[in-house]
């Protein structure tokens, strides 16, 4: 086979849904789907064969590429049409899209696929853009179209999408053929062409031209005007306010199934709830369709100002919370039909709080991140709305129809399975290098968010970057730390907490060894050593604590302790003290923190030369000398003390911790593994 020559209305497609996709006024993330119809040789036939090719099922335009578009026969998918059983059992008609599939079909068909194959134009865009999506929810979004576009964008009344708003579109094209588009109800913009350009200019006309309209004509204040002690809070008070609401949030967002966080100050998110109207909006929820998953129909409102203190904000969250769960099962019971999936959780994914911010909330960072996104988005959509007339979503029993669909269901089916850390947060001291960093890699492996603190700034973000790859900052996220510094270990939790929502699993490592005689230590290598370990483990346990028993999710401490914390030798008086230290504060907090469900454990690991600093650091050398080998044989040489004769690498310790924490070792606290490939001096009893 001749390598594939790509279609040059593919080529078109491609550039031009980047382009639109890129640009947040034009769509919501991973939101709307374009298409372009282009004639092919059918290798089968060798005649011509005319082809539609849509944006499939979830991915996001602006990054689109060729595999994540569906390809479909103009005229098997046409021909369904005839077979059409009705708008009852529309939703039917997905699965007969996989016969209308030309060769492997590319990306699975969305439900919009109809509307793109059935509208008599070459290419088609539908998009989410909040200015569009204003003028689809003001009350008099059918008014306001006629007014802002004469007859060239007709207005379509709300329907769910599927076949049967492709019918209508299609309809609607032939009926109005000076129309370039039109405004869907409740839901955002379609608009054609003949070339892609054409589709493209079309489409940004009537997000500009709407845009334009709102700006010209909102009234001054579309939220009302400023509510008493509900502007912003300064910055860094507004942070630090953050930061002390944000695990009891967290816990009250995962009471159902555990959740990662994204907080949020965006001056489009604080101007609205400084204002008046904000309660009202906010509780006649969102209207896209692809909102009801991500941000559920409405959020949780914190309805206290800013001025009151977190002692006071903290109680009435609780009480809200309580409120939330009762009104969504209330909302599950007054829509559901025998046939509806069952409830999927009764907790607010978004959670506003005046003068401080958003927190979001998702199975992952990213969806995370996505619904706070999808939040900016209502809020600009009612903004405009309200501007212009009245905020007027779609009906909460089609709200409802939306978030319990079966075909949104079995997509939530399809899932994989999440990895055993999904969802859980985890802190790594000392993880720019060695047994931490192996150790950051393992948890980020195994699903967990990271934060990767170190002496230096710059090495923490570049140990994040090279274990998160192409998922960035959703993954991992540096930040400088000296852990003997109680200021810069809160601020260091405040970061995870931020940049994550919370925290769950802390693990003490950072660590650095001097090896010296009693006589030759001097006391700054004394108080060096235990700063560092004993210390440090101490603050950072002390400022992660009271984040995870805010949280109720429980949570682990593991302590890098090390088999000199028992196996006592000559030449490291300071070191194994230290060690010793950790090693009974993990017994101690064992004990204390059990009733929070939180677990505290140690790994002893030996004889770590590959990857270690702290052997790199001279004391490798030091060891060598001592035991007459060359330095870069020293792990070989370990490995030959050891009962197992292997040489132990960071990995090693890594995958203890994980264990540790892991999902199997639930019952387990208090306890150290050595991880030395064994030695029976340091045998535990
Ligand atoms: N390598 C081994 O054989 C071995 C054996 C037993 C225990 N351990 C323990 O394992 C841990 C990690 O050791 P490693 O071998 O990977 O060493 P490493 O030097 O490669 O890593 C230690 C990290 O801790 C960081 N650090 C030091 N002081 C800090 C401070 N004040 N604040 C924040 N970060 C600080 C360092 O910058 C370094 O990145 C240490 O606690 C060490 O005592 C190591
Ligand atoms: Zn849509």
């Keep these: 086979m001749a390598t594939h020559q790509q279609n040059p209305a593919v080529t078109d497609l491609i550039a031009r849904s980047n382009r639109l996709g890129s640009d947040a006024k034009n769509t919501n993330y991973a939101g709307g789907n374009t298409s372009a119809k282009g004639t092919e040789t059918d290798p089968v036939t060798g005649q011509d064969v005319e082809l539609v090719w849509v944006k499939g099922s979830g991915g996001d335009l602006g990054t689109l590429t060729e595999s994540g578009l569906a390809v479909l026969r103009l005229d098997r998918m046409r021909a369904l049409v005839g077979v059409y059983p009705g708008v009852e059992r529309e939703d039917e008609m997905v699965a007969a899209f996989d016969y209308c599939l030309h060769g492997k079909g590319g990306a699975a068909p969305s439900i919009d696929t109809a509307m793109h194959g059935l509208v008599d134009a070459a290419h088609v865009d539908h998009l989410h853009p909040d200015s569009g999506i204003a003028i689809a929810t003001a009350a008099d979004g059918e008014q306001l179209t006629a007014t802002i576009f004469g007859d060239k964008v007709v207005w379509v009344p709300w329907r769910r999408p599927g076949f049967q ?34 589709a493209e200019q079309n ?123 009762d009104d969504y099962q209330a909302y599950y019971d ?45 809020i600009n959509v009612m903004r405009g709305a309200e501007g212009l007339s009245t905020y007027a979503p779609i009906d909460e029993s089609e709200k409802f129809r939306i978030e319990y669909w079966a075909l949104e269901e079995a997509k939530l089916q399809r899932m994989p399975r999440p990895k055993p850390l999904a969802t859980r947060i985890a802190l790594v001291t000392g993880a720019a290098s060695g047994i931490g960093k192996a150790t950051a890699a393992k948890l980020a492996a195994e699903g967990a968010c990271v934060v990767i603190a170190d002496l230096s700034l710059e090495k923490a973000q570049t140990a994040a970057a090279e274990i998160a790859g192409d998922k960035g900052a959703d993954v991992a996220v540096g930040v400088q730390v000296d852990v003997s510094d109680a200021a810069a270990v809160q601020a260091m939790v405040d970061t995870c907490v931020l940049a994550f929502g919370g925290l769950d699993l802390v693990v003490n490592n950072a660590g650095l060894s001097l090896s010296k005689s009693l006589l030759e230590t001097t006391e700054a290598d004394w108080d060096l050593q235990h700063n560092v370990m004993a210390k440090g483990s101490f603050l950072v346990s002390r400022a992660a604590a009271p984040v995870l028993i805010a949280q109720r999710l429980g949570g682990d401490i ?128």
Aim: glycine share 10%; hydrophobic share 45%; proline share 6%.
């Design 558 to 685: 593991i302590y890098i302790s090390s088999k000199n914390s028992v196996f006592a030798g000559p030449n490291n008086i300071a070191y194994s003290a230290t060690k010793a230290d950790q090693a009974h504060q993990v017994r101690l907090l064992a004990a204390e923190l059990g009733e929070h469900g939180v677990k505290v454990n140690g790994v002893n690991p030996d004889g770590v030369v590959a990857g270690s600093g702290i052997f790199a650091g001279g004391w490798g050398a030091q060891r060598a000398a001592v035991y007459g080998v060359e330095e870069k044989d020293l792990g070989k040489f370990y490995a030959q003390r050891t009962i197992l004769k292997r040489e132990v690498l960071p990995e090693h310790i890594a995958n203890a911790v994980f264990v540790l924490c892991g999902p199997e070792m639930t019952h387990t606290t208090g306890l150290h593994v050595p991880v030395d490939a064994g030695v029976a001096a340091a045998f535990l009893r």
């Design 203 to 325: 489409s940004l006309w009537i997000i500009d031209t709407a845009a334009a309209y709102i700006a010209e004509h909102s009234k001054a204040e579309p939220f009302g005007p400023a509510l008493d002690g509900y502007g912003a809070l300064p910055e860094p008070e507004r942070r630090a306010r953050a930061a002390a609401l944000a695990p009891t949030i967290r816990g009250i967002a995962s009471a159902d199934r555990a959740m990662v966080g994204h907080f949020t100050d965006t001056e489009v998110v604080l101007d609205f709830l400084a204002a008046a109207e904000h309660p009202r909006l906010a509780a006649l929820g969102t209207s896209c369709p692809d909102h009801f998953l991500r941000t559920k129909v409405k959020p949780l409102v914190l309805d206290l100002p800013a001025s009151a203190s977190v002692e006071e904000q903290l109680a009435r969250l609780e009480e809200l919370a309580v409120a939330y769960r």
């Design 334 to 378: 007054r829509h559901a039909t025998p046939d509806s999936p069952a409830i999927r959780g009764k907790d607010p994914l978004i959670v506003l709080v005046p003068g401080v911010g958003m927190f979001s909330y998702g199975k992952d960072k990213q969806t995370a991140r996505v619904a706070g996104e999808f939040y900016v988005n209502a």
């Design 165 to 198: 708003l492709g019918l209508d579109i299609a309809e609607i094209k032939t009926r109005n053929p000076q129309a370039v588009g039109c405004i869907l109800g409740g839901h955002g913009i379609t608009a054609w062409g003949e070339t892609s350009k054409e």
